[in-house]
């Protein structure tokens, strides 16, 4: 069974940094992209930001240069890391990758999410 184990998330002052890690365990051919995503209390899940399995990065436009993915593929791990943050990036963050089996089947999985909050 391929899981998602997010860590890192908890309480910071605005302005204040974090970085949150999602390591991928289970039994599994290879990871595609890798990514992070949002949920803030009574809005939508919105994409934060991914990564390939080749390194190339996309970002929500409004999170452009305050916050940064990347990963380790030797670790099967994404991290992001958050400067700057402002009350408004309080919300349970969620990682996301897909995945190939070894029947080479494409498999989308989540993590359970872990929250940050931002104090102003």
């Known amino acids: 069974q391929v899981q998602l184990v997010e860590s890192g998330g908890g309480l910071v002052q605005a302005g204040g940094s974090l970085r949150l890690s999602c390591a991928a365990s289970g039994r599994f051919f290879s990871i595609n992209d890798m990514g992070w995503y949002r949920q803030a209390p009574g809005k939508q899940r919105e994409l934060v930001a991914f990564i390939t399995s080749g390194g190339n990065t996309n970002y929500a436009d409004s999170l452009k240069g305050r916050f940064t993915i990347s990963r380790d593929n030797a670790k099967n791990t994404v991290y992001l890391q958050m400067n700057s943050l402002k009350p408004e990036d309080t919300a349970v963050y969620y990682c996301?990758?897909?995945?190939?089996?070894?029947?080479?089947?494409?498999?989308?999985?989540w993590g359970q999410g872990t929250l940050v909050t931002v104090s102003s």
């Open positions: 996301n990758a897909n995945f190939r089996d070894f029947l080479l089947r494409d498999l989308e999985v």
